[in-house]
């Protein structure tokens, strides 16, 4: 079971917000979400779960157009964090809404899910703690049986118990295969250890996905100092500076082999270290390189 989305486009009061959006979601998988505040994280979300009707463009199930065959959608869930109906009501309350949406709702799940983390089911939803909504949300989710879960920034003010309780509840579900999670989050560094792909929304339209393992197989980041202020040619042609503090250098070789590690050599660096890339720097890398060429459009 797959979802591929083609050429969706989505405009809210007149103004263009999605464009050109194409991307495939495969099962068993973590798909990251990043974007630059208002870049759409959201938007997407809804128009994929028909909270919004897409202007234009396709969400398909394995060929299957959601639009054309509603009945479909309980394969996906999303839960929007903006948009909550049911705030005032009990959760046991709450439960009894998603059985009648998803013919598959597993109350037995959801109850085991509120115990494991002493929530009382009788308690509204308003009632609970930050952290404790955020928990009943992915709790909701996964008892729907659906088996492509959005969940839009799930990490966001959580403490770290928290924290770890969604993202081994998010590690167990994938495990099986069957079930995959589209992730919008600003926490870079929990996704990093978390997403298989990592897909960037810029301008509207994805720019990029990465497949982080793919990635670090062929790009290395490196610190580096030199004797001089000039930055060596090898550096200038084959590397992207993220970060630069006096004459200390943080580069990404997006393509590292040998001939560039032998011009690197050439160079004669003071200091040459080897450092982790993280998604952090594929997405100062992603978004400087747009600014860069905004700079260069208007000179």
Not at 176 to 193: C, K, Q, V, Y
Request: hydrophobic residues 45%; negative net charge; glycine residues 6%.
């Amino acid at each position: 079971m797959e979802i591929k989305i083609s050429n969706l486009a989505e405009k809210i009061d007149g103004q263009s917000i999605l464009h050109d959006i194409n991307l495939d979601w495969h099962p068993g998988e973590i798909l990251g979400l990043v974007g630059r505040n208002g870049a759409g994280k959201t938007t997407l979300m809804r128009a994929l779960s028909a909270a919004y009707r897409p202007q234009s463009g396709t969400v398909a199930l394995d060929g299957h157009d959601l639009l054309k065959e509603p009945q479909l959608r309980t394969h996906m869930v999303f839960l929007d964090n903006d948009n909550l109906f049911f705030g005032a009501s009990r959760l046991t309350k709450v439960a009894e809404f998603y059985a009648t949406a998803y013919a598959r709702f597993d109350c037995d799940q959801f109850t085991s899910l509120l115990a494991k983390n002493d929530i009382n089911a009788s308690a509204t939803f308003n009632s609970l703690s930050k952290g404790n909504r955020a928990y009943v949300l992915l709790a909701l989710a996964l008892a729907t049986n659906a088996e492509f879960i959005l969940l839009d920034e799930p990490f966001d003010g959580l403490d770290v118990i928290v924290r770890e309780q969604i993202i081994n509840l998010v590690i167990d579900t994938v495990t099986g295969g069957e079930r995959t999670f589209m992730i919008a989050s600003h926490n870079l560094d929990e996704l990093d250890g978390l997403a298989d792909r990592v897909a960037f929304l810029k301008h509207g339209t994805i720019s990029q996905v990465y497949t982080l393992e793919d990635v670090r197989a062929d790009a290395v980041k490196m610190q580096l100092v030199f004797k001089g202020s000039e930055i060596p040619a090898v550096v200038r042609e084959n590397g992207r500076i993220v970060s630069r503090r006096g004459r200390v250098l943080e580069v990404v070789f997006p393509h590292f082999d040998d001939t560039v590690a032998a011009a690197l050599r050439q160079a004669s660096p003071v200091m040459q270290e080897e450092l982790p890339l993280q998604l952090t720097d594929l997405f100062k890398l992603e978004y400087r390189k747009t600014r860069e060429g905004e700079l260069a459009d208007a000179q």
